[in-house]
């Protein structure tokens, strides 16, 4: 990027937001010298008003309740400003858990009229796949910045969301489930199912015991996705791969 600051959000409305914050910041301190990273200047904020929202140049949407976070979003004015920010001006996002539901085009286990969602992903989302909070684990995942002589990255999954399905244009006009919900449609442009691939980042482990090959992690185009809780470990290299590749990278893949 040309700018010489970098605004990246945090949607600070329900949620793990604090514990994105100081991952994101932690990330950019420990930049390696000399690095894009470290030679670029950040600023970490909490958006809770469309007016902080039009001031960042990324955004991280974190765990937490989906249901909460689209109604208080709704009330605060950001749902549709949340919607231009990811669909129609694609700059980078980031949803874990809650915000993965809520950046997909579809949810299922979802009560109708219960939530809104931004949109963006085009992909069905399956809430609560894993149970109740008490069916929560962690499971080491391959992941692109994790080589061969780099200790494996620990996910913590809380009552968390998986890919069950990536969605094609044919999708659009076809009846959904009752317990389906959908994103409303923007314009043939934002909701353009050719302009990106989906890009499957990683699945569970078949040694994991639970689902394996269950999808925790997308990535299409600006729009980043994961099932699990990054912020909840001390763990900082999924941030800093984020900053990297999706934030400075421009959405471009580079996996």
Not at 136 to 162: H, K, M, N, T, W
């Amino acid at each position: 990027m040309t700018q010489s600051k970098i605004t990246v959000g945090i949607l600070a409305l329900q949620g793990a937001f604090l514990e994105h914050k100081l991952h994101l910041q932690k990330a950019v301190r420990h930049a390696s010298p000399g690095s894009l990273l470290d030679t670029t200047k950040f600023e970490i904020v909490e958006v809770r008003t469309p007016e902080q929202l039009a001031a960042a140049d990324a955004l991280v949407i974190p765990g937490g309740e989906s249901t909460a976070i689209s109604l208080i979003a709704e009330r605060s004015g950001l749902l549709e400003p949340l919607r231009q920010f990811a669909r129609v001006d694609r700059k980078p996002v980031w949803g874990t858990c809650a915000g993965l539901i809520l950046l997909s085009d579809e949810a299922s286990k979802a009560r109708k009229g219960g939530q809104e969602l931004i949109g963006g992903l085009h992909v069905r989302c399956q809430r609560n796949h894993f149970g109740r909070q008490t069916e929560s684990f962690e499971c080491d995942l391959a992941l692109p910045f994790v080589g061969d002589d780099e200790p494996p990255f620990r996910a913590v999954f809380i009552r968390a969301p998986i890919v069950e399905k990536v969605l094609t244009g044919a999708d659009l006009t076809a009846d959904v489930a009752n317990d389906v919900v959908r994103a409303p449609k923007l314009d043939a442009e934002a909701d353009d199912y050719k302009t990106a691939p989906i890009e499957v980042i990683s699945s569970l482990p078949s040694t994991q015991g639970k689902e394996a090959g269950d999808i925790v992690a997308v990535r299409q185009g600006n729009i980043f996705g994961t099932s699990f809780h990054p912020e909840l470990t001390p763990d900082v290299r999924l941030h800093r791969w984020w900053l990297q590749e999706c934030v400075l990278g421009r959405g471009e893949s580079r996996i």
